[in-house]
Every structure is written in structure tokens, then in C-alpha cells.
């Protein structure tokens, strides 16, 4: 068995560990009543999934800059419509 390969697939497992992990949390978190918290909360642990996604198996990781930059500019804009919409409920 090549070393490289094992350390590769140790990695995956630990993020795989640590996905799941997250999930439990997500459905543990979503029992407790935090108020407005709770999406707080929620978007928090889905955008720490959402990075080990992009970032192991998406292979992110190790990409130059250019890739990266494709990959930051939609989470801009996503965080600005989710300002957004925060700002206008809370302002109605």
C-alpha cells in the first residue's frame, strides 16, 4: 500500500468524521432555543461544512490564486444578499 494514499485517505475519513459530527450538532442545535441566534448558528456550522467540503473534497485546497478567487467571489455576493435581506427585516 503507498503511504501517500493512506495519509490521503485518513484525511477523507477525518473529514467525513468531522461532517457527521458537525450534522449531529446541526440537529442537537436546532432543539435548543437560541431567538434569533438559532440562524446564526445554523449558518455558522453550514458554512464550516461547506468549507471542508470545498476544501477536501473539492480539492481547493492546494489550488493557485485565480481558483480561488472563483471560488471567494459567489461567497461575497451570497453574504451580501444575506446582509441584505437581514438589514430589511429587521428594519420593517
Known amino acids: 500500500m ?3 494514499t493512506t495519509g490521503a ?3 477523507y475519513i477525518a473529514v467525513y468524521a468531522a461532517l457527521v459530527a458537525l450534522t449531529i450538532v446541526t440537529v442537537s442545535v436546532s432543539y ?3 431567538g434569533m441566534m438559532n440562524v446564526v448558528v445554523a449558518l ?4 464550516a461544512k461547506a468549507s471542508l467540503v470545498a476544501l ?3 480539492h481547493l485546497k492546494g489550488e493557485n490564486r485565480l481558483v480561488w478567487g472563483f471560488a471567494l467571489v459567489p461567497i461575497l ?3 451580501l444578499i444575506i446582509f441584505g435581506t437581514l ?3 429587521q428594519l420593517r
Request: aromatic share 14%; no cysteine.
Open 2 to 4: 503507498n503511504h501517500g
Open 9 to 11: 485517505r485518513r484525511t
Open 32 to 34: 435548543v432555543d437560541l
Open 44 to 47: 455558522l456550522i453550514a458554512s
Open 56 to 58: 477536501f473534497f473539492m
Open 77 to 79: 455576493f451570497l453574504l
Open 87 to 89: 438589514v430589511d427585516t
